[in-house]
């Protein structure tokens, strides 16, 4: 047996490539194009003049790249009768965004602090129908809301469609921030407490310092939310407040005549580049948005 | 020492948008809502009470049995492709590989697109007349047919895909977290009892990711049931009605056709589908271990 | 049953080296510890041994095998870890069969062994149970089992009592120390509790980085320890250190403290003549002086005490001893007064002496 120890090499196991890890990698690779190809359509699309487009090589890179479809997207394409371009609706979108993001979030994360910490009576019962509202399909609540809005004149106008990403985004606010503040030791709470902090003391001078993570993560739910959303701005914001997400969608699929498809490309990525751009820049607070909703506390 | 209800007083004030939202917001419209289904209203709300006369108009209108079959072919192809998808991605991005974030970044940005964007990309990019087709002809595959978007029978296959590209990226970020968090020496443990990757994978990891999946899963389910941008968007209904969609019958029903009574009894039906399903899973995960009382 | 011996073996973790050219040899059915604190290369060592750590350099050997490039499942070990690692949605049955059942040992071969190994740790009424329907304890006992019925010839623990509280510990300490006398197998335990390892090594290998201090008996470790660190890193509370130098008074070795005092030091065995002016630490164990002088050969160091700390059957005593901190054990019965000035009387042959700069034992 001892002879054998001789011939057995004593060094580092050699290392070698094997196919299952080039396996891995093929199909990570793989994988990733049929993310990105939508993506580097989309872009090439938009910078190529239509004659190009006519050839019909999807994939080709622009022979003269221009940037005429972009300046069309943004100032004179046609929805339907109006040609002023995707800005009107960008600037629509601007004006509902911040708002409803900052009403949404100011009244979840009072809502989920009172819920988490006091839990005065009645709070179960109120958290548990908020958490069914976060699943039901809109459609059962919106003639309804439509006709209670137009009550106070609040329907076809940005107030009412403001109201209405409050009301529907209190579920999710109210989750993520009672989630967060159940993380937060009782005792902080209850030391608060005994030193004489009130309802509003407490919340304002202890928890809301405390809370900056979660409120990035809920800003970035939200600003992409209710940017991408396209149901409550169609029914409730009025053909003059349309936010870009409508408005794109007509300039697409209601346009008369030859379709103009890098114009239609280059409005696309305009719609697109806010919640793009907060992606990229939040990185793993996005992730950390979805598990936050996800994950129960 | 003050009753419990007024030591909280101001915890109820603070509270009471959120419960003036539910009241009138949420347990309010529903019951409207209900209520209608029951009446022949039209454009207008009435209180004429026809019992379940809509609800057998509804089931007997074929437009409204299409969205219903398209609603299970695209949940069930939407939900199982991006489990499936999103499990493998989570499991291939978990082996140590390089660019690990890179790739992470690239399978998740979708997920923040809107439907409409989703839509609008893939519309394009499958365009029968000039998409991917018409480049592969054009590349010497003569016989390259890919028109599914104007087919019919398949155009509700596109939607399925559009949505998992979009979504996938999510199953896979939850995921991704429930494997990072599984204990290593279970790993360890395994290959000390020499069982082979790919069971500790299907007998231990799966079973440990269970809450993860049916979280992924709900999620996932809820973004069935609201599908309505991205059929908009896609193929807005057709070729034909052939991919309508329940959300979007209702809306057209609301708004377009002046169909109050259908149109409300046809939510009432999408919402009683969602409490079933809902139920068990919510119990579950947010009534069972709530926190000792303070 | 086999010995393991490891020969030459280096791990390095990129730049850094974790395992510095380590040789040990375990015979035969017994009983290692390896002690250190955190980050010494202990566990590193198990996990090397098992399998589940590419080496650098050097061998593995278990029994008359080459097993440094095995795969662990043919290296003949089991293992037992912190956090249990039980398969969650496994019952205690199927966790300790899922080994067997993956190598395809026949059905009625799982089912003797599995009742076998829950007989001998008792946990029968637990088969059918899942983990999470178990103590801690419990959990402990069915890693055991699972690394039981594997039949194996070499059992590697690492830190497996560290998740238990006390009670449990000792509990289980004492049931691994019976299941080594009832099999007789060879054990590799890994623990940074010194009391774990005293009570249950054959011999103890001491570890700091990345190196064995020294590999003895418990009994050798704590009264013979090769260096200051050892020393230092086993006994409770830690041994009292004094420092200052050698001197020859006479032709006899004694300790000169920094005020001048010197103090005999006849009946130290020391490991090589003693040179005289070398910088030196003294180290005396609590429980080795004695405040009062009741026997020839003892010597005494002044100490300035402070408190007195009652542990019931015994107390100690806290003071210092000129820039250092001391403490005696005395019996729980006697009573010292404090604050007081006293002599501690320690034996020679019983104390250790280091040198100042190295650390090593003179």
Not at chain 1, 234 to 243: K, M, V
Request: hydrophobic content about 50%; aromatic content about 12%.
């Amino acid at each position: 047996m001892s002879s054998t120890a001789i011939t057995e090499p004593s060094g580092p196991r050699p290392k070698h490539l094997t196919v299952g890890r080039i396996g891995l990698y093929a199909f990570l690779v793989i994988a990733a194009l049929f993310f990105l190809i939508p993506l580097y359509v989309m872009i090439v699309t938009s910078l190529k003049p239509m004659d190009e487009i006519r050839l019909g090589n999807l994939f080709a890179l622009p022979m003269a790249p221009s940037l005429d479809a972009w300046f069309k997207a943004w100032s004179s394409a046609c929805t339907g009768l109006n040609c002023n371009g995707i800005h009107v609706g960008m600037l629509n979108s601007i004006k509902i965004l911040v708002p409803s993001v900052i009403l949404s979030i100011s009244v979840g994360a009072v809502t989920g602090y009172a819920l988490s910490f006091w839990r005065p009576k009645g709070a179960n019962i109120l958290f548990g129908v908020l958490l069914l509202g976060a699943f039901i399909p809109y459609q059962v609540f919106l003639y309804p809301l439509v006709r209670m809005l137009s009550m106070v004149s609040l329907y076809n106008s940005i107030p009412g469609v403001v109201f209405v990403h409050a009301i529907f985004g209190l579920p999710l606010m109210t989750l993520l921030f009672r989630n967060f503040y159940a993380g937060i030791p009782i005792d902080l709470f209850k030391a608060a407490r005994v030193d004489g902090g009130g309802f509003w003391a407490i919340f304002l001078q202890l928890m809301l310092p405390l809370s900056t993570p979660i409120i990035v993560v809920a800003a970035i739910l939200q600003i992409t939310g209710i940017w991408n959303d396209f149901l409550f701005g169609l029914i409730f914001a009025g053909r003059e407040n349309f936010p870009m997400t409508v408005q794109l969608n007509n300039v697409v699929n209601s346009s008369f005549g030859e379709k103009e498809y890098n114009v239609n490309m280059a409005a696309t990525i305009l719609t697109a580049i806010v919640p793009l751009v907060v992606y990229f820049v939040s990185g793993r607070w996005f992730v950390r948005g979805i598990a936050a909703g996800a994950v129960k506390g | 020492m003050k009753p419990r209800f007024l030591r909280f007083w101001m915890a109820q004030l603070a509270l009471a948008p959120a419960w003036l939202i539910v009241i009138f917001a949420y347990i309010g419209t529903i019951i409207w809502t209900i209520q209608i289904s029951f009446t022949n209203s039209k454009v207008f709300p009435v209180s004429n009470y026809v019992g379940f006369t809509q609800y057998s108009r509804l089931f007997a209108s074929e437009r409204w049995i299409i969205s219903v079959q398209n609603l299970a072919i695209f949940g069930v192809l939407f939900i199982a492709g991006c489990l499936v998808l999103g499990f493998l991605l989570a499991v291939f991005l978990d082996q140590k590989i390089r660019a690990e974030s890179v790739f992470r970044t690239i399978f998740l940005y979708p997920y923040a697109l809107s439907f409409i964007v989703t839509g609008l990309v893939w519309q394009w990019t499958l365009n029968p007349t000039l998409g991917v087709q018409q480049t592969m002809r054009n590349w010497g595959w003569e016989s390259f047919t890919f028109d599914w978007l104007s087919r019919g029978d398949r155009a509700i296959y596109v939607i399925a895909l559009a949505g998992m590209w979009q979504a996938s990226g999510l199953v896979m970020a939850i995921l991704l977290a429930g494997l990072r968090g599984v204990d290593g020496e279970l790993w360890k443990a395994a290959k000390v009892d020499g069982i082979p990757t790919w069971r500790v994978y299907v007998h231990i990891v799966i079973p440990i990711l269970a809450p993860m999946f049916a979280t992924a899963t709900v999620l996932l389910a809820t973004a069935v049931v609201k599908v309505y941008d991205l059929v908009v968007a896609l193929t807005n209904g057709g070729p034909g009605i052939s991919t309508e969609v329940p959300a979007k019958f209702v809306i057209e029903y609301l708004f377009q056709r002046q169909n109050l009574g259908l149109a409300t009894a046809a939510s009432t039906v999408m919402l009683i589908t969602v409490l079933c399903v809902l139920a068990p899973w919510l119990y579950v995960q947010y009534f069972r271990t709530p926190r000792s009382a303070s | 049953m086999a010995n393991v011996s490891i020969r030459d073996l280096e791990i390095d973790f990129g730049n850094l080296r974790v395992l510095k050219t380590l040789n040990l040899d375990i015979a035969e059915g017994e009983f290692i510890v390896l002690l250190g604190p955190s980050g010494c290369g202990k566990s590193t060592l198990l996990n090397a041994v098992a399998g589940l750590l590419d080496v650098s350099a050097g061998q593995i050997w278990i029994g008359d095998k080459n097993v440094t490039w095995e795969e662990p499942k043919d290296r003949g070990i089991g293992m037992v870890f912190q956090s249990y690692a039980l398969y969650p949605r496994m019952t205690v049955a199927g966790n300790m069969s899922f080994g067997l059942k993956m190598a395809k040992t026949p059905k009625e071969e799982i089912e003797k062994r599995v009742a076998k190994a829950a007989k001998i740790l008792q946990i029968e009424p637990l088969l059918g149970r899942r983990p999470s329907e178990l103590s801690g304890g419990q959990r402990q006992r069915v890693a055991i089992g699972r690394a039981l019925v594997r039949d194996v010839e070499v059992f590697l623990f690492d830190e497996p009592l560290s998740n238990l509280d006390a009670k449990l510990r000792t509990e289980l300490r004492v049931e691994i120390k019976r299941l080594h006398h009832e099999l007789g197998s060879t054990m590799i335990y890994v623990t940074h509790d010194q009391i774990e390892a005293l009570t249950l090594a054959d011999r103890i290998a001491v570890m700091n980085g990345g190196v064995i201090q020294q590999l003895a008996s418990p009994k050798e470790i704590y009264r013979r320890p090769v260096n200051r660190f050892v020393a230092g890193f086993v006994g409770s509370p830690s041994m009292n250190f004094v420092d200052g130098k050698i001197a020859i008074v006479d032709g006899q070795p004694r300790f000169a403290l920094p005020n001048g005092k010197t103090v005999d030091l006849t009946g130290y065995a020391f490991e090589a003549p003693p040179q005289d002016g070398r910088a030196a630490v003294l180290g005396i164990r609590p429980e080795q002086v004695e405040v009062v002088d009741n026997a020839e050969g003892f010597s005494a160091i002044p100490v300035d005490l402070t408190l007195v700390e009652p542990m019931g059957a015994d107390s100690l005593v806290w003071g210092r001893a000129g820039n250092s901190q001391f403490s005696i054990r005395i019996d729980g019965d006697d009573h010292i007064d404090t604050p007081a000035s006293i002599d501690a009387f320690f034996s020679p042959n019983h104390a250790s002496i280091f040198d100042a700069a190295t650390g090593a034992r003179l």
